[in-house]
Nanobody, 117 residues
Framework: QVQLVESGGGLVQPGGSLRLSCAASGNAFSINAMGWYRQAPGKERELVATIVNADSTNYANSVKGRFTISREYAKNTVYLQMNSLKPEDTAVYYC???????????WGQGTQVTVSS
């Protein structure tokens, strides 16, 4: 089992920044990919960004150039730095990791990000 704890969400004005964190614990020593997804009210959950290593990242077109995903191996933590936030970025953001051995996916509980003036 892998447990994920997310933090960093909140209310921010348009143009502002937030940094999300997701720390993995438990059987987390063999995590392969880590990533962030989001789900806005009335919409399906969508990919925001994923990372395997520093040379292997992937971003949704809607966040390219504004969001940066990074990973700290020593802490089994993945971050999402979000800059130039827009109201359409408002959603619940979920962390997801893939276990390298079992291939099982684990999800965090979600953290609310609201961009509003």
């Amino acid at each position: 089992q892998v447990q994920l704890v997310e933090s960093g969400g909140g209310l921010v004005q348009p143009g502002g920044s937030l940094r999300l964190s997701c720390a993995a614990s438990g059987n987390a020593f063999s995590i392969n990919a880590m990533g962030w997804y989001r789900q806005a009210p009335g919409k399906e959950r969508e990919l925001v960004a994923t990372i395997v290593n520093a040379d292997s990242t992937n971003y949704a077109n809607s966040v390219k150039g504004r969001f940066t995903i990074s990973r700290e191996y020593a802490k089994n933590t993945v971050y999402l730095q979000m800059n130039s936030l827009k109201p359409e970025d408002t959603a619940v953001y979920y962390c997801k990791v893939i276990h390298a051995i079992s291939g099982q996916a684990y999800w965090g509980q979600g953290t609310q990000v609201t961009v509003s003036s």
